[in-house]
């Protein structure tokens, strides 16, 4: 059962010290809804600054931190306060958190190492959408819409958190994220109000679509032309599928970012009902399911512990390529 956004709001109020993270190989939902959020906090924090000092009480700023696992992706660091956000391995603080806010994550171990800056002490709140999540959090905040983006959007707003251009443009873009930029089933009217209500806070579309979504690296572009010539099909179970490693991207001289949203393009493909990128990534390879009609990839993942929604999962495996595909084959001939 949730947690009530104010019973949310008391928590953090209550908070001195606060970490924000998310899933590792972040995406533009987990990025957005994350400074959205820390932007929120941190005007909030000044607020209740002000409170205190016209009252003549005592207060202790707030300590906000958005920490993730991975560096944020090359295609998102056009956003006006990028650079808050902090990589763990630059992360060099030794003090300890009161509250940890997990977004965008379906369970714990989606955020990957920050886990270890959580101490016995440290309470975590879990916000997220994706109906795979296992509510891992002692306060848990998860509803399947649009994106975790849309949930802090309607947190900040109900709890008088005004808005400005700075979380505007951080909410924009987790929409066109996890919306496919409104193109996806996903994209309800009030996916479409929250669209049109952040803009007039200046913010341009255009242009944050064009940096998201049309802004290609040489290597992208050529990592794009080798997904699309040597991709894979299986024409039984409409499954189209490619596997790219670590010595791919070495010689196409890619980052490991560099490969998000080629899941989608795999997807394009005419006959595909369903589209999976596996990339290599240290011991482990890293799958990301995509389903253009009925197919349920939420389940397809659950058989690597991984997940997500009906047409948009991931996970990450110890097992081979070959293993992957056999168990991802017989299961979608079960259905």
């Not at 994550?105 to 800056?117: A, H, T």
Request: charged share 25%; glycine share 8%.
């Amino acid at each position: 059962m949730n947690n009530s956004f104010s019973e949310i709001l008391d928590l953090i109020k209550k908070s001195n010290r606060i970490l924000l993270t998310g899933h590792t190989s972040p995406d533009g939902d987990v990025v957005g809804s994350g400074l959205g959020l820390l932007l929120g906090l941190s005007d909030l924090n000044k607020e209740l600054k002000k409170e205190a000092d016209e009252k003549g009480e005592i207060y202790l700023d707030k300590t906000i931190r958005f920490i993730l696992e991975d560096k944020v992706p090359d295609n998102l660091n056009f956003l006006k306060h990028s650079i808050l956000i902090e990589e763990l391995e630059n992360y060099d603080s030794k003090y300890e958190f009161d509250l940890m806010i997990c977004l965008d994550s379906g369970n714990y171990k989606r955020i990957g190492k920050v886990e270890q800056l959580k101490s016995l002490n440290t309470v975590v709140i879990n916000i997220d959408h994706h109906v795979s999540n296992d509510n891992f959090g002692d306060y848990n905040y998860v509803e399947y819409i649009s994106s975790t983006s849309e949930i802090i959007y309607n947190f900040l707003n109900e709890m008088k958190i005004q808005l400005n251009y700075g979380i505007s443009e951080s909410l924009y873009l987790g929409l066109v994220n996890d919306t496919g930029n409104f193109r996806h089933s996903n994209t309800t009217s009030e996916v479409f109000k929250m669209a049109s209500n952040l803009v007039k806070y200046g913010i341009e579309p255009s242009e944050i679509v064009r940096n998201f979504s049309n802004t290609n690296s040489m290597g992208r572009l050529k990592i794009m032309g080798k997904v699309l010539s040597d991709f894979k099909f299986e024409d039984n179970e409409k499954l189209v599928y490619y596997y790219m490693s670590e010595k791919d991207m070495v010689e196409a001289g890619v980052e490991s970012d560099d490969t998000g949203g080629l899941g989608e393009l795999l997807l394009s493909y005419e006959k595909a009902s369903v589209s999976l990128f596996l990339k290599e990534s240290g011991d482990f390879i890293k799958g990301s399911f995509r389903s253009k009609y009925d197919v349920d990839v939420n389940k397809l993942a659950n058989n690597f512990d991984g997940g997500g929604h009906k047409k948009a999962a991931g996970f990450k495996t110890e097992k081979s390529v070959e293993e992957i595909l056999e168990i991802v084959i017989n299961q979608m001939k079960l259905n």
